[in-house]
């Protein structure tokens, strides 16, 4: 029989319905340690008190011993039951919180997008990350920890009570008094504590925003009003702060008198029994050690019932806040999804937002199965509105969309993702490699019991060549390959040979087979300064995977600086890069572009730095020797075919070249292996796969001499068998998070060739080619025109009007009405509102 928390909505579950979910044969074993530890906590009390009479007052040797051994034994046994206990607590409460996490996550990837539009992202982070911390802790506490304290408080005070009835119970009834005062202060910390949370979450919400908007801030000068907005917040968290810490103080001190009280009436009724002879010194040991052990439960149970307070809030702030019902079901139980004809019909279908705003007015259309749909108007006009009721994304508030004769409300996510798929124009790329990215539709689509092949199994290596091929995306993937390195390992020897080999090509220059972009490439040459080198590769003439001589240390090595001075090329060095850092930042001025770094010796991520250092170059005082080595630094990264600030002396380029053999030497036999210098049969690991190809860099001075560069490189490792483990290396490229390393227009291509893949019966696209140029529209246009019409059924929200004549049908909006459809020639020919659209003007 399922457990009712698997069953209901997450947000609708009860914090304490979680502490037994799953967890009853755990949860018993605790209790059942919990008793064992309990007894080895009043043994050693015991034995206290038999050593003093016994032992001691007795002057007996071997009891002495005995009680010793027993004292020590229980200490011991009950430390590691304790430790048990609370790793069990901890693994009890990290199980069920991953549970929880879990089941929350899928949630609120099903909550309505509208919901995430007035939803700041850092409350829901902050919400299932941060706020569940101590919700895990009082799971794995909820059994444990009231069990072991309760017990614990009980055995105690009837071990007091067995020692002295009198003095037990006047000790024992100081807790009632304490159980009236704390939870009144208690109540008092509550309420703060749920002011600091709501605070705190205003904060986060206010950070997030601006951070998110930091156009808008910069563009309307308004720092000083979000400064004023966040100050105001951090008033309001600052006071809730204060009150919280000191209602806790406040609980603490009141804890501490208590506990003061015990040793007090003990001192003075048992010393008085004493006295008197009515108590021995054993006996007043044993009650002192068993009233400080009486307060340490009761203190944690204070403790448990605070978080248990804190938890309680935080939980049901949580579900709060997420308790929206998804509006279509993710599955139906007991049936596949549906394989949907891909005929489309909309009846007087309305979209109404914010009380009776109307984004679409009663439209209605028919779309046959395989015909290809536009969607064209004006901004605001409803047509990427139409497109997303369509796609199930938004929820229609009237009216009728049927896919292949099935309402769209009433289908399931899976259905529709059975037999749609869809391109937003500024759509999503997830973390990981770009292969991963292309296949993310498809592996959905298996977990759905579906399949983008026909075999079942996951597109192969050919097909992504293939489909990236076809959407313009394979250049992109040759580029990031190219421009990584080969690891160390022996599976790349036949690449790192296939390479070597591609290289003679290119070696050949005008006697090779690729003459016509020979021009394009500066050939590394032992006896000429390369002008698309940095200063230190020209000196080396190799390159090194030593972290030790990188770009990033070589500048710092005492024998690299030794070598400088003794071919005295230090002091042109620190001239150059004195004169680089005063022309570079006096060209790019206090805040340059990041554009302006593409030329830049100086990275943007220092060039803080070099501005101090310029302004006191400027000043005359002298330079601090962090400040030398940034300005060394800064010279060896020179490359004078790219870095135009600054020309380089001949002389210093003749010097450098004159050296190149000293420092080979001194490397070979100081640091062997190194460096890898650049020999025309020998595969270079320090450098990229192009720069080995190349055996050379290539020319920036010559626009799309690159793309031509790499396009013959195809061609030489299509010659040598190796195009395929390159381009699987280029699927491997990790695009960052969100795709931040990636451009907008790779960012499309992949999302479009990931739909591709998936070849869905039905294919939305809201201006889905925005980002690309007109090259790559065309061919990603004539691919749904060749490769889907009569197939796939295809609506596309198009921004391009030239891309119209493609489309079988156009259909024409305007303030979320349909005002004409029909196709292309039929509706210019009746001069309506789509000739005014292409023409700008009526007739």
């Not at 340690?33 to 043994?43: G, K, L, W």
């Not at 394979?474 to 390195?485: C, E, G, I, Q, Y």
């Not at 250092?613 to 790219?642: H, Q």
């Not at 080979?664 to 190809?693: H, R």
């Amino acid at each position: 029989m399922p457990h009712p928390n698997d069953t209901k909505r997450i947000t609708k579950t009860a914090l304490y319905s979680w502490v037994l979910y799953k967890n009853i044969p755990l949860q018993l074993m605790v209790i059942g340690i919990i008793a064992i530890t309990v007894v080895m906590r009043v043994v050693p009390l015991e034995m206290q008190k038999r050593i003093i009479n016994e032992a001691i007052g007795m002057r007996d040797l071997p009891a002495l011993y005995r009680y010793c051994a027993l004292y020590i034994g229980a200490v011991t046994l009950a430390g590691v039951l304790k430790f048990l206990i609370n790793l069990m607590q901890v693994y009890i409460g990290e199980r069920t919180l991953k549970v929880v996490r879990e089941r929350l996550y899928e949630h609120l990837l099903s909550l309505p997008i509208q919901f995430y539009r007035r939803t700041s992202p850092g409350n829901v982070i902050s919400y299932l990350i941060t706020e569940f911390i101590p919700v895990a802790t009082f799971i794995g506490q909820a059994v444990a920890v009231p069990t072991i304290n309760i017990l614990t408080f009980f055995a105690m005070a009837g071990y007091m009570i067995h020692l002295n009835p009198t003095i037990g119970l006047i000790s024992i009834t100081i807790y009632p008094i304490e159980l009236i005062v704390l939870p009144r202060i208690q109540k008092y910390f509550r309420r703060a504590n749920r002011r600091r949370i709501k605070h705190t979450q205003r904060l986060s919400g206010l950070v997030g925003e601006a951070v998110s908007g930091v156009h808008e801030v910069h563009s309307n000068a308004s720092i000083p009003l979000e400064k004023g907005r966040f100050s105001d917040v951090l008033n309001s968290l600052y006071k809730a702060t204060v009150m919280q810490n000191a209602l806790k103080f406040a609980i603490k001190f009141v804890n501490n008198f208590f506990m003061s009280l015990g040793p007090f009436v003990l001192f003075l009724i048992g010393g008085y029994y004493a006295i008197q002879g009515h108590f021995d010194v054993g006996a007043i040991v044993a009650f002192l050690s068993a009233y400080e052990k009486l307060y340490d439960p009761w203190k944690e149970l204070m403790e448990f019932w605070q978080n248990y307070q804190d938890s309680s809030v935080r939980y049901k702030q949580i579900m709060r806040a997420f308790d929206h019902a998804p509006e279509f079901a993710q599955a139906i139980e007991g049936r596949d999804p549906f394989a949907l004809d891909n005929d489309v019909e909309v009846k007087d279908l309305s979209f109404v937002v914010g009380g009776n705003i109307k984004l679409l007015d009663r439209v209605s259309m028919k779309v046959r199965g395989g015909e290809h749909v536009a969607l064209v108007g004006f901004s605001g006009s409803g047509k990427s509105t139409l497109a997303l009721c369509i796609a199930q994304l938004y929820k229609y508030t009237g009216g009728s969309v049927l896919l292949g004769g099935q309402e769209v409300s009433e289908l399931s996510k899976q259905d529709m993702s059975y037999n749609l798929g869809m391109v937003a124009q500024h759509p999503f790329i997830f973390d990981g490699t770009v292969r991963e990215n292309l296949l993310y539709s498809c592996q959905s689509l298996a977990l759905q019991g579906g399949s983008c092949t026909s075999t079942g199994e996951e597109p192969d290596l050919d097909t992504l060549i293939k489909l990236t091929q076809q959407v313009g995306l394979f250049t992109d993937v040759l580029a990031f390959a190219l421009r990584s390195k080969l690891g160390e390992g022996k599976e790349f020897d036949s690449l790192r040979e296939a390479v070597v080999a591609s290289r003679r090509e290119f070696q050949g220059g005008e006697d090779g087979m690729f003459t016509d972009v020979a021009e394009h490439i500066e050939f590394f040459d032992m006896d000429n300064y390369c002008q698309y080198m940095t200063v230190a590769e020209n000196i080396a003439f190799g390159a090194t995977s030593d972290e030790r001589f990188d770009e990033g240390h070589l500048h710092l090595h005492p024998d690299f600086l030794d070598f400088l001075e003794k071919h005295s090329l230090m002091a042109h060095l620190v001239v150059l890069g004195e004169t680089l850092a005063r022309v570079v930042t006096d060209e790019l001025g206090p805040e340059p572009d990041h554009v302006a770094f593409r030329s830049s010796p100086i990275p943007e991520n220092e060039y803080a730095e070099y501005q101090r250092v310029a302004n006191r170059l400027d000043s005359g005082e002298p330079l601090s020797e962090e400040e030398k080595e940034l300005i060394l630094k800064l010279a060896l990264s020179f490359v004078p075919g790219i870095h135009r600030q600054v020309d380089m002396d001949k002389g210093f380029a003749n010097r450098v070249v004159n050296a190149r053999q000293s420092f080979m030497d001194l490397v070979n036999e100081k640091y062997p292996g190194a460096f890898t210098f650049f020999e025309a049969d020998t595969y270079m690991d320090g450098l990229n796969i192009q720069d080995n190809i190349l055996f050379g860099r290539v020319r920036a001075q010559a626009p799309g001499a690159e793309d031509e560069i790499n396009h013959r490189i195809m061609q030489a490792l299509i010659m040598q068998g190796a195009l395929e483990p390159v381009a699987e290396m280029g699927l491997g490229f990790e695009v960052g998070s969100m795709g931040d390393r990636l451009s907008g227009g790779q960012r499309q291509k992949i999302a479009l060739a990931r739909t591709f893949l998936k070849n869905p019966a039905i294919l939305i696209l809201d201006e889905a080619t925005a980002a690309l140029d007109n090259k790559s529209q065309g061919r990603v246009q004539n691919i749904i025109s060749s490769n889907l019409k009569g197939k796939s059924t295809v609506l596309a929200v198009i921004h391009r009007l030239d891309m119209l004549p493609h489309y079988d049908k156009i259909v024409v909006l305007k303030a979320g009405k349909i005002i004409e459809q029909g196709g292309y020639d039929e509706l210019l020919e009746k001069k309506g509102a789509l000739y005014t659209l292409i023409n700008g003007k009526d007739e």
